[in-house]
């Protein structure tokens, strides 16, 4: 391959990310992308999830701090306090508190809009890469299963213009052009795997006269088929004494925008110092609403023909529940995979594909495997899901009381560690034990109970 221009579609983290590897490759690379880009760490209309929690795991924070020397101390500087991924959150699932541990794992949690902001500052500083912005890319040009290039229209001046290309990385999210593109070829476009889950995330803002964290980052309410409401509560960077908080709700049932019900929901959540922290507090940004209806996965891997120039990495490929904040760094070890691949000059999209399909197949059996336990959710139940799911609840259970447990489950979470990481026989036994030990203690943790009534 002649590797003189590449372009990328899209400016997401994918897509700044994908340029930050094609510019050690390519003379020149162009990101293209249909939004005008701000020129400052705010929400964006192509971005729809900008609005909502966004947080690194600690495999995303390891990946962006090498691609991106000194991000995290740039990411501190803009208000972002980071923490430790375990002991510095109080996480619950199924209502109750796991036992804080220190994971050495690092949590960040920066809004989308001031990581996607800073990661952009450093892509456009690259002296090989340029971002267009308000462009929007539209077709195809090809010969053979080779992207020659590609048609360009300006959204401001109306017109349309073609560049040419040597190596196109498709990054324009969930929407993901390629499979379309694929079809106006007679090619076969790739299987869809869904898992249907019907999640709705509603968001706001608020100024609170006590920070509500204490020595802690956030508080984070998992939802789990026992408790299906659930939250991300941080404080916000933005602001003195601001915090943001992400109502999570499956299978339809969604917080709603207007402030009354926004904070009954609030209230109904099984951790009721959320909702005293909030009652009175002035709202900063209203609540806004997002839903995602399903987890998607486009399996490239299987498609008997490709292009051999152009593939897609990101929210293109699979799109993953976002209650377990996989997608951005997924996207980053895809990254690192085309990087691998080009740098051994050995570049083929089968490969790049199937190793893309590996990465993801981890943190798919960790976030669809888990949506399955919902009765209601769609999607392929094998048998290893269902034993899978059985256990993983009682893992939470015994992580109550027992750090390493804990630990364990986040390193996994966090995409350190492989899932078969949960099933080693020293890890079984610590759930067989803290299940006992669990059991017999009382929680005193709040319950479904002694939620707030008023
Ligand atoms: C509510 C919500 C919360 C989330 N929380 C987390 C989290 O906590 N942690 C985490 O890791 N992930 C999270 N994710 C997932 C994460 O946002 C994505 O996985 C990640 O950002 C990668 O997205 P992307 O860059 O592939 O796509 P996107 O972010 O969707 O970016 C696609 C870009 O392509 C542009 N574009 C589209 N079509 C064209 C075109 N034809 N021409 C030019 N430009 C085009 C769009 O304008 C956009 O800028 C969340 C997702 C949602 C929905």
């Known amino acids: 391959m002649q590797r003189d221009h590449a ?75 980071p923490g430790d991924f375990n002991s510095d ?62 048609e360009l229209y300006s959204l401001p001046t109306k017109t349309s213009q073609e560049i040419e290309t040597d190596f196109v990385v498709d990054c324009s999210g969930r929407g993901g052009r390629l499979a379309k593109w694929m079809a106006t070829q007679d090619m076969t476009p790739p299987d869809e795997e869904t898992v249907e889950i019907g999640l709705g995330y509603t968001s706001a803002r608020f100024a609170v006269s006590e920070d509500p964290f204490g020595d802690k980052i956030a508080t984070i309410l998992a939802n789990s088929p026992k408790e299906p409401r659930g939250c991300f509560f941080y404080r916000s960077p933005y602001g003195d004494n601001e915090v943001e908080i992400s109502l999570t709700g499956m299978l339809g049932d969604h917080a709603p925008t207007d402030l009354p019900g926004f904070m009954e929901f609030v209230r109904s959540l099984p951790v009721p110092s959320i909702y005293t922290a909030l009652r009175g507090a002035e709202v900063v940004d209203h609540p806004v609403k997002l839903t995602y209806p399903a987890s998607r996965w486009r399996h490239y891997e299987s498609c008997p023909e490709l292009f051999d120039n152009l593939v897609p990495l990101g929210d293109a490929i699979c799109s993953l529940d976002p209650i377990y904040a996989q997608g951005m760094t997924v996207a980053a070890l895809q990254a690192l995979e085309l990087d691998r691949l080009l740098a051994a000059k050995r570049f083929s999209a089968r490969t790049y594909h199937r190793a893309c ?89 709040p319950t479904r109970s002694n939620r707030v009534h008023t």
């Open 357 to 445: 399909a590996r990465i993801i197949g981890q943190a798919w059996s960790v976030s669809a495997g888990a949506d399955l336990a919902y009765p209601a959710a769609k999607g392929r139940r094998t048998v290893f899901v269902r034993f899978a799911n059985q256990y993983i609840s009682a893992l939470h259970v015994a992580a109550r009381v027992d750090p390493v447990l804990s630990n364990t489950f986040f390193q996994v979470a966090g995409l350190m560690r492989s899932p078969a990481t949960l099933f080693h026989p020293h890890v079984v036994a610590r759930v067989l034990v803290g299940t006992l030990r669990a059991g017999r203690t009382r929680s005193l943790e």
């Open 7 to 81: 372009v990328v579609v899209g400016a997401g983290l994918a897509g700044l990310l994908t340029a930050r590897i094609l510019s050690h490759h390519f003379t020149d690379v162009v990101v293209v992308d249909r939004d005008r880009l701000p020129g400052q760490a705010q929400p964006r209309q192509g971005v729809a999830q900008s609005r909502h929690a966004h947080g690194l795991v600690a495999r995303g924070q390891e990946i962006f701090e090498t691609l991106f020397p000194g991000i995290s101390g740039q990411l501190r500087q803009r208000g972002v306090v």
């Open 89 to 150: 959150i109080d996480w619950y699932f199924g209502g109750h508190l796991l036992a804080p541990g220190k994971s050495g794992l690092t949590s960040i949690p920066a809004t989308r809009p001031t990581l996607e902001f800073e990661v952009r500052r450093r892509v456009t500083d690259l002296p090989n890469v340029v971002v267009r912005d308000h462009t929007e890319v539209t077709a195809l040009r090809t010969r053979h299963r080779q992207v020659t290039g590609l």
